[in-house]
């Protein structure tokens, strides 16, 4: 079945860091790609998405590329802030819902 | 964006008792709707996909007769926990998805359960 492996956590991280997360899926057929970011307390929210191959989804500063030749779609951000700290999914949608595990993201100022 | 809503947002229970949590679609009709669990510090765990009108399919290790999914409606699916014990403490979380599966999902706000 499709599955979703993402970069285990958690990851501390200093203001204006460079974060990476990386995901990588199996699935058949033609997948779209999402990431959810879930606030401290609050439900999930969706970050961003690619529907299909080179894709770049882009939201609040955050990037992810479809990739098919490596069937991955990491997340990345130039400078990260402290309301960034949370815990972002990476996650996948064909026949069915797929997500990966979650990484925490912790932000210092 | 479509909306979610997710009711309640808290609850407190006694054991033994039963809680309902009710998820909405409010500008859109959902003919799939899906409900996760989430242990502290963990993942979503997908419990169970429900489609209007017809019985949920749940996930392997859920019990059906614990947690009692009802999609009424193209625009309500409900939860309901039965018996609720301490364990069954956790942040549920209901998505629905407009049309095809392989698109955007959108989710409620999800509900935080106490058994005491």
């Known amino acids: 079945g499709d599955s979703v492996t993402q970069m285990e956590g958690p990851v501390t991280l200093s203001e204006e860091a460079f974060l990476t997360i990386n995901c990588t899926y199996t699935a058949t057929g033609y997948p779209s790609l999402f990431w959810y970011v879930q606030y401290p307390g609050e439900g999930l929210q969706l970050l961003l998405k690619?529907?299909?191959?080179?894709d770049k989804g882009s939201n609040k500063g955050f990037e992810a590329t479809y990739r098919k030749e490596t069937t991955s779609f990491h997340l990345e951000k130039g400078s990260v802030q402290v309301s960034d700290s949370a815990v972002y999914f990476c996650a996948l949608s064909s026949t069915e819902l797929s997500f990966g595990a979650g990484t925490t993201v912790t932000v210092r100022a | 964006g479509a909306v979610v809503s997710q009711h309640p947002s808290r609850v407190i229970c006694k054991s033994g008792t039963s809680v309902k949590i009710e998820c909405r679609s409010l500008d859109f009709q959902a003919t799939t709707m899906f409900w996760y669990r989430q242990f502290p510090k963990q993942s979503l765990m997908l419990m169970a996909t429900s489609n209007e009108g017809s019985k949920a399919t749940y996930e392997q290790g859920v019990e059906k007769d614990k947690f009692l999914i009802n999609h009424a409606s193209l625009t309500l699916s409900t939860l309901t926990v039965t018996s609720a014990h301490p364990e069954d403490s956790s942040f549920y979380i209901c998505?629905?998805?407009?049309?095809?599966?392989?698109?955007?999902?959108?989710f409620g706000q999800g509900t935080r359960l106490t058994v005491v």
């Open positions: 690619a529907t299909k191959a080179d």
């Open positions: 998505s629905a998805v407009k049309g095809q599966i392989n698109t955007e999902a959108f």
